[in-house]
């Protein structure tokens, strides 16, 4: 079976309202589990915040360290799930279900060498 990321893409600010949040992260719970029941789940996880992160290069073998996201948007990358299909239909229909539960854009992209 092949390999595919799904990116789950979130607005910057604040999260939304607990009356909100909490109707989708019960489904997202429930579609995590149909993915593990169809032995579709590889592994996923949810991201902290972007101004979290630190972005490292090297230039002339210099550590070059900067706080904050790599690239600064409107939108962030909030976290991501690999799954395991057949095919990219398969792989988007998961990817699809998962847009519907978190009303969110989801990216669906194969993994190189599966």
Excluded: C
Excluded at 36 to 64: I, M, N, Q, Y
Excluded at 86 to 93: E, S
């Amino acid at each position: 079976m092949k390999q595919y990321l799904l990116s789950v893409y979130q607005p910057d600010g604040d999260l939304p309202p607990a009356e909100i949040l909490e109707p989708i992260m019960r489904d997202l719970l429930a579609w995590n589990q149909e993915l593990r029941d169809a032995g579709a789940w590889v592994f996923g996880a949810g991201l902290h915040p972007p101004s979290t992160a630190t972005v490292v290069r090297v230039k002339d073998s210099e550590l070059l360290m900067t706080d904050g996201p790599f690239v600064e948007g409107k939108e962030h990358l909030g976290g991501f799930t690999v799954i395991a299909a057949p095919d990219l239909d398969a792989a988007v229909a998961w990817g699809r279900r998962l847009a519907e539960i978190t009303t969110l854009p989801i990216e669906v992209r194969p993994l190189q060498g599966t």
